[in-house]
C-alpha cells in the first residue's frame, strides 16, 4: 500500500508564547520535544515539533511560536480540532491531571460510540483525547508523571469544518483513498483502511459558520502522509487533474512537501516519511539542539540571541 495516503503525517497550529507552549505539550502532556527547528520563512521564530520517541508519522503536532501575534478565531475553512488517541480507562486521569494545569475541561461526552474527553490549549487550540474502539498499540512516549496505561499514542483524528463537504468529501475518498464510514447529525467521519491509526478526518458541515481568522490557538494546515517522493509526485498529477492549485515539491529537511488549499478552504499538505528527524541529530538527543535549515545556518549567532530559551 506504499502508493497511497497513509493516514495523518502531523498537524501544524499557531501558537504565541514559545515557553507556555513548550511547557504545556512537553510537561502537562507528556509529548517529546522531537525538533526545534525554526520557521524556514521567518528564521526569528520557532518551529517546534512535539510527538513520539522517533517523530513518527501520526504523532507529530507542530506549532510556529508568534509572541504577540493574536488571537485567532476558529471557523469554517480550518481544521477546528486535533484528536489524540488514549488508552481505555485514562480519561479520569487526564482530567485530573488537566485540572491541576488549570486547563478547563467539558464533561466526558461519546462521539460515534467512542468516549472523548474536550479542552483547550493555553492559547485556545481545540483538543480532545479520544478512546478508539480498538485498542492503539502504538509505543507512547513516557514522562516520570505519564506511563503506557495514560499517555497519548499519537493522533486519533482531525475535524474540518466546512459550510459544504461535498467537494472536500471527493478529495477525500476520490483522490486519498478515505471512505465515509459513519455520520452523527452534521458530523461526517471519514478513514482510510491503509493504516491502523491516525486514519480518521471527520467533516463537520456547518452552512451558516464563519470563517475562522488564523493566529494564534488556530491550525494552519494539515499534512497527509506518503511513503516517498514517487508517490507524493503521483497525488501532485491527481490533485493538478482537478484543476487545483498545488506547489512543487519543498524540502523541509524532514520530509518532503507539497501544499493545496482544498475546495472547502482548508490548507491540506501531502509530506513524505523520508527522510525522517534523525537525519541531523541521533535519536536519543532529538529536540536538544537548535537545528537550523541550511540557508538559514548563517544566522545561527544572531539566532541565538534573538530565539528564547526553552527549559
Avoid at 526569528?44 to 504523532?59: I, V
Amino acid at each position: 500500500m506504499n502508493n497511497t495516503i497513509l493516514g495523518l503525517h502531523h498537524i501544524t497550529a499557531i501558537a504565541g508564547n514559545a515557553q507556555q507552549n513548550f511547557d504545556f505539550y512537553t510537561k502537562t502532556m507528556g509529548l517529546r520535544l522531537v525538533k526545534k527547528t525554526v520557521n524556514f520563512d521567518d528564521p526569528e521564530t520557532y518551529h517546534l515539533y512535539y510527538g513520539d520517541e522517533t517523530g513518527s508519522a501520526g504523532t507529530i503536532l507542530t506549532f510556529f511560536p508568534w509572541d504577540g501575534i493574536g488571537q485567532g478565531t476558529e471557523g469554517v475553512g480550518m481544521a477546528t480540532e486535533i484528536g489524540y488517541a488514549v488508552p481505555q480507562g485514562s480519561l479520569d486521569f487526564w482530567l485530573d491531571r488537566l485540572g491541576q494545569a488549570n486547563i478547563k475541561t467539558k464533561d466526558i461526552a461519546e462521539r460515534f460510540g467512542e468516549q472523548f474527553l474536550a479542552f483547550k490549549d493555553p492559547d485556545g487550540l481545540s483538543l480532545s483525547l479520544i478512546v478508539p474502539k480498538a485498542e492503539d498499540l502504538r509505543k507512547p512516549w513516557e514522562t516520570d508523571e505519564i506511563k503506557n496505561n495514560t499517555a497519548t499514542r499519537g493522533f486519533h483524528s482531525t475535524t474540518l469544518t466546512l459550510q459544504k463537504i461535498e467537494e472536500t468529501a471527493k478529495i477525500l475518498t476520490d483522490i486519498f483513498g478515505y471512505r465515509l464510514l459513519a455520520q452523527e447529525g452534521n458530523r461526517y467521519r471519514f478513514i482510510t483502511d491503509a493504516v491502523e491509526n491516525a486514519s480518521i478526518v471527520d467533516l463537520l458541515e456547518t452552512p451558516a459558520g464563519i470563517r475562522g481568522r488564523n493566529a494564534s490557538g488556530t491550525n494552519h494546515h494539515v499534512a497527509f502522509r506518503v511513503k516517498d517522493e514517487a508517490t507524493q509526485m503521483e497525488f501532485r498529477e491527481k490533485i493538478l487533474s482537478k484543476n487545483l492549485n498545488i506547489t512543487p515539491k519543498i524540502d523541509r529537511d524532514y520530509f518532503y512537501s507539497l501544499y493545496f488549499r482544498e475546495p472547502g478552504g482548508v490548507l491540506f499538505e501531502i509530506a513524505t516519511e523520508n527522510p525522517g528527524f534523525t537525519v541531523d541529530e541521533p535519536l536519543n538527543e532529538l529536540g536538544t539542539h537548535l537545528m537550523l535549515p541550511h540557508q538559514h545556518e548563517h544566522l545561527r549567532e544572531g539566532l541565538d540571541k534573538i530565539l528564547p530559551k526553552l527549559s
